[in-house]
């Protein structure tokens, strides 16, 4: 297992680099002025950490369990570190798709959404309960797909790097963003996702691969404007306590 531990270290030391350097880099060069930053860091970071402390005890255990009982079925020229990573990113598209088409799920994902400001932060304001949903479904799509698990690790890097990026605050330059935007999604896609509007918010669900909203029709038809208001529709960001209690609230 001493792999593995490598293998985590790794992904924990390239992420927190990342993390730094986006956040230096969006403090130079804003897309947009932010309106509140000590407050929402603090909440941002206290839920990433949260879900760091329940890691090692729920997810990581689901996920190990879940790449011991892989189903062989695949054949070997559909496998591949490549295939599976495509595979991912579109399973993390249906999954994201879902956490706004149900209610339940969205209670969760929306302690998301409630983040009134985006910065590279953003990317990390997940409540601990969509994290263990998310885990147990995505270990089904590991066993049925037989996924390695250094796959899965390697994916977790890439789609954190690419979520706190197209949250990021970055500005950069029209032309370079149009071109990426065709193969990953940026700023400029996903910005429009946190649009306090409910049909741009209901749009944009691609992570890593800009390709999926094209394909499957749920690209919103705006264009990011820098002044448009982040979050809710109808409402507001809430204090710490009460986004992680919000999920268990009856409505």
């Known amino acids: 297992m001493n792999w593995l531990v490598q293998l985590i270290s790794s992904k924990v030391g390239v992420l927190a680099l990342s993390l730094v350097v986006l956040l230096f880099l969006e403090r130079i060069f804003p897309a947009v002025k932010l309106r509140i930053f000590t407050e929402r860091i603090f909440k941002n970071f206290s839920l990433a950490g949260l879900n760091i402390i329940l890691s090692p005890f729920i997810v990581l255990p689901i996920t190990l369990l879940a790449a011991q009982w892989q189903l062989p079925w695949r054949p070997l020229w559909f496998t591949g570190i490549l295939i599976d990573l495509v595979l991912l990113d579109l399973w993390i598209y249906f999954w ?23 910065d590279a932060s953003s990317a990390l304001r ?8 998310s885990s147990l479904v995505r270990s089904a799509v590991i066993i049925l797909l037989g996924v390695p698990l250094s796959t899965v690790v390697i994916f977790e890097v890439l789609v954190t790097l690419a979520a706190m990026f197209h949250h990021s605050n970055i500005r950069i330059p029209q032309r370079l963003e149009k071109l990426l935007s065709v193969f990953i999604v940026t700023p400029s896609i996903h910005f429009l996702h946190h649009h306090a509007l409910r049909e ?16 499957f029709n749920s690209r919103s038809a705006h264009t990011r404007m820098l002044d448009m208001p982040m979050g809710v529709e109808g409402q507001g960001d809430v204090s710490l306590a009460s986004l992680i209690l919000r999920p268990f609230w009856r409505k």
């Not at 994201?96 to 985006?118: G, Q, Y």
């Not at 997940?126 to 949903?133: A, C, W």
């Open 200 to 215: 741009d918010t209901d749009s944009n669900y691609a992570t890593g691969l800009s390709v999926w909203d094209r394909i």
């Open 96 to 118: 994201h798709r879902a956490n706004h088409a149900i209610p339940f799920l969205w209670r969760f994902h929306e302690v998301h959404h409630l983040d009134e400001n985006l």
């Open 126 to 133: 997940f409540h601990f309960g969509e994290v263990v949903l």
